[in-house]
């Protein structure tokens, strides 16, 4: 990023934009005040019809007491992404970043997924949702497990919402392990291209939880 446009303000549409052109930002670190523009020439995602969940984890699924909610706490979940940990000593959150995010969550096109042990958050990921794309920003875990279990839950919404897209931005090992891959920039442009064409619905999912399970709906407890 030049000196010029570092002094350009950054603000949430233009965050937007920069998604739909397959550009998404980072920090140095937590204490940098700039933004850099990311745009890799290979770009992790998680193939949403191939996405593969360990059994055992499934099983740690059905038998914690663990809730998992949506939206409840998004900048919770930015706050504990940002966290440093004994394997990450810094991460690229700073304030700016912060900021233009939960500016996003108010817009409806940012969204968290929580894992919660009764009132205390314990693992989740945040990411953007645009169209049918959803970009997966980071993810934690203050229980074993937990932020994969929130991956196996986001990736369940999305299927049920329609969207087509699940951008991981890097390739880890944590992510291989449920199908994710790299491709290339012109073939991952493809694939946002189709993506931006149409919108999805991230609460789809809820919806159709209530219709299967009236008795738990709101209105019928109303």
Known sequence: MTDESQQIEITPQILLRAY????????EDASDETMLWIEPEFRGVIPLEHFHAPRRLLRTMRNTPYDIRVDTDFGGVMNACAEAAPDRPSTWINGQIHDLYRKLF?????HSVEVWDGHRLIGGLYGVSLGKAFFGESMFSRERDTSKMALVHL????????????????????LKQFGALEVPKAEYH????????DVADFYALDRQ????NPENSPETEA
């Open 209 to 212: 939880v209530a219709d299967e």
């Open 106 to 110: 108010d817009m409806g096109h940012c």
């Open 20 to 27: 739909a052109c397959g550009v998404f930002p980072m920090a």
């Open 155 to 174: 990736v369940d919404r999305l299927k049920a919402g329609g969207y087509s897209l699940l951008d991981a931005q890097f390739i880890t090992d944590h």
């Open 190 to 197: 493809e694939l946002l291209e189709a993506a931006l064409t």
